[in-house]
């Protein structure tokens, strides 16, 4: 009767968006906690302020390019066989003000970067000068107004804004933050998490495996991918089959993490008692028990002692997907307000894959790069297979209305080892 009543559960799936709609409503609340950090350890993390700039970029008129800042009017309708002379009445140090004006049939030497002189409104480039002497150039290409060299706030303008709350900062973002003086940046506080794997078969990594057992691979795979998408981990422990055993290290889990992930024991088997436990800690419990996708449907969802508790299933490419199509996507909104999409390639498929039955389906895919752009293969394994981890650059969702996608037809991989 237990195997039956557990099996009957998991007949009631719940869709993503569904389990989406019922996080927000338990764990929508929750607050998010703030930290400044050093700019040398912003990368990866979740802002939490909005970055604006407090000046205009350039903040003074800048060259950008290596010459003479002149007025305009002086050069027009010149040319190699008929050039203007002009007298040199000075020099722009970098990194100093200008300290001299240009008035007509003037002309100031200035280099990349340096500051205009008032008077002038455009540069001549130092290759279409010859000189005459130390006072005399002849100019022998016309420079257009406002030409040469860059206006106050003609990057940005003061006040504008870069980053908005929630925002993950990337490689080229942290030369943002330095050219707007942010040495220190408010972000998000990673959240802790504990992951706990279940079964009597499994064995941590340094140790030799004997008959029937297998080494932890999802404790240490599902932690990789938590912290690349910004979380810490607090602990990593297994537990064998048993129930006291289990809730006690559940119960500590939960105790001193934000969110406690368990490897194993969401099925409908005999020893598979993780909903049991969960809803041993009180209402609500369970609250999801069962998605409807392939792989990843035998998942569990809910809360206990306020904090969430995610059942993943025991097979890795099962637990995986489950992680980055649900648990990734919770973590990045509730813990650090981030909704961006995930980055996706767009791929022609190279053979059919069949779906449907009503659940949505995702396959996993190894990418080909040729002449026309990109080729997604499907990885064709036994399920529980780790091979398919060394092979898989990414995945393919398929809606649950389709009955699948023919070879040939392009489609959107979302990368697995993906960060920007």
Not at 405 to 411: C, K
């Given at each position: ?171 080229r973002d942290i030369g943002v933050l330095a050219i707007l ?73 939960l105790n001193k993490s934000d969110l406690v992930i368990i ?69 990045r909104k509730t813990f650090f307000g981030n909704e961006e ?80």
């Amino acid at each position: 009767m237990v195997f039956m009543e557990k099996k009957i559960k998991l007949l009631n799936v719940d869709t993503i968006d569904e389990v989406a709609v019922k996080f927000g409503t338990y764990f929508g609340k929750m607050e998010k906690k703030t930290e400044y950090v050093g700019i040398r350890e912003a990368l990866g993390r979740y802002c939490a302020e909005e970055i604006k700039a407090e000046m205009a970029m350039p903040e003074f008129r800048r060259a950008v390019v290596d010459g003479y800042a002149v007025q305009a009017k002086d050069t027009f309708c010149v040319s190699d066989s008929v050039p203007v002379l002009l007298t040199v009445t000075g020099a722009v140090e970098m990194g100093a003000a200008a300290g001299i004006d240009v008035s007509a049939g003037e002309a100031v030497y200035v280099p990349t970067g340096g500051m205009i002189p008032k008077g002038a409104d455009a540069m001549v480039m130092i290759e279409y000068v010859d000189h005459l002497d130390e006072r005399t150039i002849a100019v022998n290409r016309a420079a257009a107004p406002n030409s040469g060299f860059m206006n106050i706030g003609d990057d940005f303008n003061e006040n504008a804004q870069f980053f908005g709350k929630g925002h993950r900062l990337s490689v080229r973002d942290i030369g943002v933050l330095a050219i707007l003086g942010k040495s220190k940046v408010l972000v998000y506080q990673k959240p802790a998490i504990s992951i706990i794997s279940t079964g009597d078969e499994l064995i941590d990594v340094n140790e030799v495996p004997g008959p029937g057992q297998i080494r932890d691979l999802n404790s240490y795979t599902i932690s990789a991918f938590a912290e690349a998408a910004g979380a810490m981990i607090n602990e990593i422990k297994i537990v064998h089959d048993d129930f006291d055993k289990f809730r006690t290290t559940i119960e500590s889990a939960l105790n001193k993490s934000d969110l406690v992930i368990i490897s194993g024991g969401s099925s409908a088997g005999n020893k598979d008692f993780t909903a049991d436990i969960i809803n041993s800690f009180g209402k609500p419990g369970v609250f999801t028990h069962g998605l409807a996708i392939k792989p990843g449907k035998p998942t569990i969802i809910g809360e206990a002692l306020g904090k969430p508790i995610v059942g993943l299933p025991g097979h890795p490419m099962s637990a995986i997907i489950v992680f980055k199509v649900v648990v990734e996507a919770f973590i990045r909104k509730t813990f650090f307000g981030n909704e961006e999409e995930p980055f996706q390639i767009l791929a022609a498929i190279s053979e059919n894959i069949h779906a449907g039955e009503g659940r949505t389906q995702f396959q996993l895919v190894s990418l080909l790069r040729g002449k026309e752009g990109y080729t997604a293969v499907p990885i064709r394994a036994k399920s529980g297979s780790i091979s398919q981890l060394m092979k898989a650059d990414g995945y393919v969702r398929i809606d649950s209305l389709t009955e699948g996608v023919y070879a040939g037809n392009q489609v959107l991989v979302t990368l697995l080892n993906y960060n920007p």
